[in-house]
């Protein structure tokens, strides 16, 4: 069974979908939408979809609804309501260091990481 929904891609379009598959360090969610849409471009369900990629069958089709309408812009996350993360590992000290805190021997010992 096909689906209703046809994703024609620009060879841009596909060679970024691809090469964000194959990237190592690029963020799993945006990995895993960009194989929905290479998956939905082959002409599978999205019942076969949502299978292969381990999501409902109701958020490949709004990943698909949203990529028809943006593009690859539409699979970036939406910004979120509430309060922004308190601790962000992009978020440095005044020293440009993070101090985390080990047990030692009954006391706390501080120890600096450089997070670059």
Do not use: N
């Given at each position: 069974?096909?689906?209703?929904?046809?994703?024609?891609?620009?060879?841009?379009?596909?060679?970024?979908?691809?090469?964000?598959?194959?990237?190592?360090?690029?963020?799993?969610?945006?990995?895993?939408?960009?194989?929905?849409?290479?998956?939905?471009?082959?002409?599978?369900?999205?019942?076969?979809?949502?299978?292969?990629?381990?999501?409902?069958?109701?958020?490949?089709?709004?990943?698909a609804k949203r990529f028809m309408q943006r593009r690859i812009a539409g699979l970036e996350d939406l910004p979120r309501s509430g309060r922004p993360a308190r601790f962000s590992p992009d978020r440095g000290?005044?020293?440009?260091?993070?101090?985390?805190?080990?047990?030692?021997?009954?006391?706390?010992?501080?120890?600096?990481?450089?997070?670059?």
């Amino acid at each position: 069974m096909r689906t209703s929904v046809e994703i024609k891609l620009t060879a841009q379009e596909d060679r970024e979908l691809r090469l964000l598959v194959r990237r190592q360090k690029a963020p799993y969610g945006k990995v895993v939408r960009a194989r929905m849409i290479l998956l939905l471009t082959k002409g599978k369900s999205f019942s076969q979809v949502a299978r292969e990629v381990g999501r409902a069958r109701r958020i490949v089709h709004m990943w698909a609804k949203r990529f028809m309408q943006r593009r690859i812009a539409g699979l970036e996350d939406l910004p979120r309501s509430g309060r922004p993360a308190r601790f962000s590992p992009d978020r440095g000290d005044v020293f440009d260091e993070a101090g985390l805190r080990t047990a030692r021997g009954g006391r706390a010992v501080a120890v600096a990481v450089d997070m670059r």
